[in-house]
């Protein structure tokens, strides 16, 4: 088991400031002592379309050259959406991403299941079908790049960890793997223990973060009573101070002899006492999680 940095967390995405570059992403890591970092396949980080295959094994030999390994192409492919040139597009995307996981010797492309949301104009069956589909067709394009698919639960038809394994029952191929959230696992009340250790050695990337349930925003409607509606609030923290089950599923993955990374990330809107968060903020979540994960791997 080893420790990554998703690239997100430096995208500007989140904080007050712009994006780092790659190498400067790699030269945190590095500096954390992460031993990988996750490639984040989109502008402003790393889109297959700024990156040629030169400059890609550039970025390959620069990470390797502070030991740090380049093990997950975090694609942004969804297949799922209603109108067929769209998804064409998407194909198109998915092989270009890949191109560049081969280039940068990331083993593995994540491919959101079921779409990266829930789109208007066609029913969550469709959604579903098209994902599955298309998966398919892009099989025979991942193994001529050299790479295999890795389906990860969001926020699309496939959300729930039972839905994950459908799908993959229905592609029916051994070749896709799975990209498994505990942070996803703990929004939805699904146990890390127990999807970590059903779906097994399928998994070959985890995402890592911490969150706490803060107190509900309330709307407020006159019916002519008083009638509220509760709307959840979720605060990413430092690892080990929210309800994220970060233990039980390295536990989980240790029984099925998990080799795969760890990879923390900052990747949703928070504050810091109401106020935007800084790149400082960020750097120390970052400096945090890496001596966390690495003292939670060793704890056995």
Not at 94 to 119: F, N, W
Not at 281 to 296: F, G, S, T
Request: with cysteine; net charge negative; aromatic share 8%.
């Amino acid at each position: 088991m080893k420790i990554a940095l998703h690239s997100i967390t430096y995208a500007g995405f989140f904080y007050d400031g712009g994006p780092l570059s790659i190498e400067k992403i790699i030269d945190k890591a590095a500096a954390c002592g992460y031993e990988g970092v996750e490639i984040m396949a989109k502008r402003p980080v790393a889109s297959p379309f700024d990156i040629d295959t030169g400059r890609a094994k550039r970025i390959r030999d620069y990470a390797g050259e502070r030991g740090i390994a380049l093990p997950f192409m975090a694609g942004y492919i969804d297949l799922s959406k209603p109108v067929p040139s769209d998804r064409e597009k998407e194909m198109v995307f998915a092989r270009e991403t890949m191109r560049l996981a081969r280039d940068m010797d990331s083993p593995y492309v994540r491919v959101y299941a079921g779409g990266e949301k829930i789109h208007e104009g066609a029913s969550i069956a469709d959604q579903w079908r098209w994902c599955v589909e298309h998966v398919r067709e892009l099989l025979p394009v991942a193994r001529d790049f050299g790479v295999k698919m890795a389906l990860e639960v969001h926020t699309g038809s496939a959300q729930n960890a039972d839905a994950l394994m459908d799908m993959l029952d229905q592609i029916d191929s051994e070749e896709v793997m799975v990209c498994l959230d505990p942070p996803l696992l703990a929004i939805r009340g699904e146990s890390a223990y127990e999807w970590g250790s059903k779906i097994g050695r399928r998994i070959v990337h985890a995402h890592i973060m911490d969150f706490k349930r803060a107190s509900p925003l309330v709307e407020y409607d006159s019916v002519p009573g008083l009638a509220v509606r509760k709307v959840e609030r979720l605060m990413p923290c430092l690892l080990g101070e929210g309800v994220v089950e970060i233990g039980p599923f390295m536990k989980a993955c240790r029984e099925f002899g998990y080799a795969g990374y760890f990879a923390f990330e900052v990747c949703t809107p928070f504050h810091v006492r109401h106020r935007c968060p800084t790149l400082e903020d960020v750097h120390r979540m970052v400096e945090q999680a890496a001596p966390y994960l690495k003292a939670m791997r060793e704890s056995g």
